[in-house]
């Protein structure tokens, strides 16, 4: 049973534009939340995090928002770049504090962004 | 600051053999955890270790196993290998593994079982 789901597969968006990545967890444990980017042939980047007692985290032109008691999270990439083309997964992980904590992944989104 | 450092990048085996992969941390990172990437599956967690120690463990057989060293360099090793172990194997290192801290990824070992 998935308990970190990205619905979307795919995201296509113009270059310029608002690009919005969705995650959506079912397990209430979870308290920490991030955001990586994964180019072919590399590993996952971490870009962003947000932890359960905010409801908002921004980095440049990446914001995440968590709804905790609709129990999901997005991602906001303002403006989109044709470079941001590349998988989004979503992970969490519960217990914030706990030592060897794992992370949950979805299975990613892709970004294509056009110019 | 030099990332996490897997090796081999590739590696070919058959069904039956076992094989042992490597992972150097980011320096300072005491906590070094495995993950296995499949088309069908997406990244499932495999264990975490810190000062040598396996603190946690995914829902994988005994055939995977690990170690970490006193330098906080670590290995993985999978023996008597299947088909299915035909994945991207990735390493990722965090400071000490406490909830909390976001964890770096290398670029993997690709593993090809034939």
């Known amino acids: 049973d998935q308990q970190v789901k990205q619905n979307s597969p795919s995201l296509s968006v113009q270059e310029g534009r608002i690009s919005i990545l969705n995650c959506d967890y079912t397990n209430s444990m979870f308290d920490y939340f991030l955001w990586y980017k994964k180019y072919p042939a590399e590993g996952p980047t971490f870009l962003i995090s947000?932890?359960?007692?905010?409801d908002k985290n921004e980095d440049g032109r990446f914001t995440v928002f968590l709804n905790k008691s609709a129990k999901h999270l997005s991602l906001h990439i303002v403006p989109s770049q044709p470079g941001d083309s590349a998988v989004y997964f979503c992970?969490?992980?519960?217990?914030?504090?706990?030592?060897?904590?794992?992370?949950?992944f979805g299975k990613g989104t892709t970004l294509s962004v056009s110019s | 600051k030099a990332g996490v450092t897997q090796t081999p990048r590739y590696l070919i085996k058959t069904r039956g053999q076992q094989v042992t992969l490597s992972c150097s941390p980011i320096s300072g990172h005491r906590s070094v955890s495995w993950y296995q990437q499949t088309p069908g599956q997406g990244l499932q967690f495999l264990f975490e270790?810190?000062?040598?120690?396996?603190?946690n463990k995914g829902n994988f057989p005994g055939r995977f196993s690990g170690r970490q060293f006193s330098n906080s360099r670590s290995e993985m090793n999978v023996s008597t290998l299947e088909l299915g172990d035909s994945a991207l194997y990735l390493c990722?290192?965090?400071?000490?593994?406490?909830?909390?801290?976001?964890?770096?990824f290398g670029d993997g070992t690709r593993l090809s079982i034939l």
């Open positions: 947000i932890s359960s007692i905010k």
């Open positions: 270790y810190f000062s040598e120690t396996q603190r």
């Open positions: 992970a969490a992980s519960p217990t914030l504090y706990q030592a060897g904590t794992a992370l949950i």
């Open positions: 990722a290192s965090s400071p000490t593994g406490t909830g909390g801290q976001p964890q770096h």
